[in-house]
T-cell receptor, first 114, second 109 residues
Framework: KAGVTQTPRYLIKTRGQQVTLSCSPISGHRSVSWYQQTPGQGLQFLFEYFSETQRNKGNFPGRFSGRQFSNSRSEMNVSTLELGDSALYLC?????????????FGPGTRLTVT | TQLLEQSPQFLSIQEGENLTVYCNSSSVFSSLQWYRQEPGEGPVLLVTVVTGGEVKKLKRLTFQFGDARKDSSLHITAAQPGDTGLYLCPASNDYKLSFGAGTTVTVRA
């Protein structure tokens, strides 16, 4: 069974631009969660999508948004990029909603904002 | 929100040595997961422990869940350079995994 895939793997953007990241979950998994990882803050929860609806949201500004499609694929969008948005963005898929289900991570998208 | 502390934060050992990483909390967990992350990659799920006192083995890795389900340990026997990475044991808080800083393990050849 194929794992979680994320595209693109690397991205360089300029401050003020916007970016869209994509995540394809493991086949059969209906929940996708997004995390931001930085050296200073570690892994922080952004949001979770289940059945095309955002179920939970972390403590991030409204510039961070996402959506989920009927095939469970998810996208994350960051608008008006800031230098501090440079990070590894990880998505994780699981069978169901909530952390009681095992979460499987993708390889991440490395975003660099200049 | 359940919080989980890992120790030590950094560990550097020689190939062939043994090591133990700890996760501790004042809260009871229904389950606990261990991940290993290599630089530039996503965390890879190693194991999930569910029952208090449970011991799981994955080749040279031994995972133990405390009897009270408040702590866990990971023991690596005869460490190899391939064991190098960031070991994470996030707390499951309802809808999300809450990660601490983890333990960075470096195994020198």
């Amino acid at each position: 069974k194929a794992g979680v895939t994320q595209t693109p793997r690397y991205l360089i953007k300029t401050r003020g631009q916007q970016v869209t990241l994509s995540c394809s979950p493991i086949s059969g998994h209906r929940s996708v969660s997004w995390y931001q990882q930085t050296p200073g803050q570690g892994l922080q929860f952004l949001f979770e999508y289940f059945s095309e609806t955002q179920r939970n949201k972390g403590n991030f500004p409204g510039r961070f948004s996402g959506r989920q499609f009927s095939n469970s694929r998810s996208e994350m969008n960051v608008s008006t990029l800031e230098l501090g948005d440079s990070a590894l963005y990880l998505c994780a898929s699981s069978l169901g909603q909530g952390a009681m289900y095992e979460q499987y991570f993708g390889p991440g998208t490395r975003l660099t904002v200049t | 929100t359940q919080l989980l502390e890992q120790s030590p934060q950094f560990l550097s050992i020689q190939e062939g040595e043994n090591l133990t990483v700890y996760c501790n909390s004042s809260s009871v967990f229904s389950s606990l997961q261990w991940y290993r992350q290599e630089p530039g990659e996503g965390p890879v799920l190693l194991v999930t422990v569910v029952t208090g006192g449970e011991v799981k083995k994955l080749k040279r890795l031994t995972f133990q869940f405390g009897d009270a389900r408040k702590d866990s340990s990971l023991h690596i026997t005869a460490a190899q350079p391939g064991d190098t990475g960031l070991y994470l044991c996030p707390a499951s808080n309802d809808y999300k995994l809450s990660f601490g800083a983890g333990t960075t393990v470096t195994v020198r050849a």
